[in-house]
């Protein structure tokens, strides 16, 4: 049984070099006694290159797009979502017996070369028609686990105060090599900052814009 680390925000792990699969699961509670429609926070992941952008708009996995286009009838995805929760934070933990909200599986070896990172975001769904941000949700949290044999390596939780935000980066997953055609190794960094509206649109839409999908 591997220890998970406790992670803070700017925190590292190294991911051991051939591992073949992790996910990350994406956590969060709803404050209770709040009127109106339930909040629906989602969970995306954009692979990018080493400029910070993705390729295309194919490289960005959220409800809308579940995998990457990597995957065929042979070899799965390399990056796939394992579906939407709408309900606030329980209806996956319900239907797969975990406690996460949300999770994004991530096939190390499979990671196309041109991807330098994956980040994974979290972003709150119709925000400003219903006036949600994270002030209605509690305990978030990031966390990577070995999807082979359920070992949970690390997990980040988010402690700033985010009462205003409707999109956060909840961590990222980093390649390290020395050569463009060496598959290297990942870690995965703890980061918790929100997206800065000053330079972008609020929720997913800024997010399409500050990684180059529009």
């Not at 390649?175 to 900052?193: L, N, Q, Y």
């Amino acid at each position: 049984m591997t220890t998970s680390l406790s992670l803070e925000k700017g925190h590292r792990l190294s991911l051991e070099k051939g591992l073949e699969e992790v996910t990350l699961g994406l956590g969060w509670v709803p404050r209770q006694n709040v009127s109106g429609p339930a909040i629906d926070p989602d969970a995306s992941a954009f692979a990018l290159r080493r400029d910070g952008k993705v390729r295309n708009d194919e490289w960005v996995i959220y409800y809308n797009q579940t995998t990457s286009p990597d995957g065929d009838s042979v070899n799965p995805a390399s990056i796939e979502a394992a579906g939407d929760d709408r309900g606030g934070g329980d209806e996956l933990a319900a239907l797969a017996d975990v406690d996460d909200s949300e999770q994004i599986h991530v096939r190390l070896q499979q990671v196309p070369l041109f991807v330098e990172r994956i980040a994974f975001v979290v972003t709150i769904h119709h925000a400003a028609q219903r006036h949600h941000n994270f002030g209605l949700l509690r305990n978030c949290y990031i966390r990577v686990f070995d999807t082979n044999t359920g070992d949970e390596l690390g997990r980040y939780d988010l402690q700033e105060d985010f009462d205003t935000a409707d999109a956060v980066v909840f961590g990222v997953l980093v390649r390290t090599r020395s050569r463009d055609d060496d598959p290297g190794s990942w870690h995965f960094e703890a980061v918790g900052e929100r997206l800065d509206v000053s330079k972008y649109d609020a929720g997913l839409g800024g997010f399409f814009q500050m990684y180059g999908v529009i």
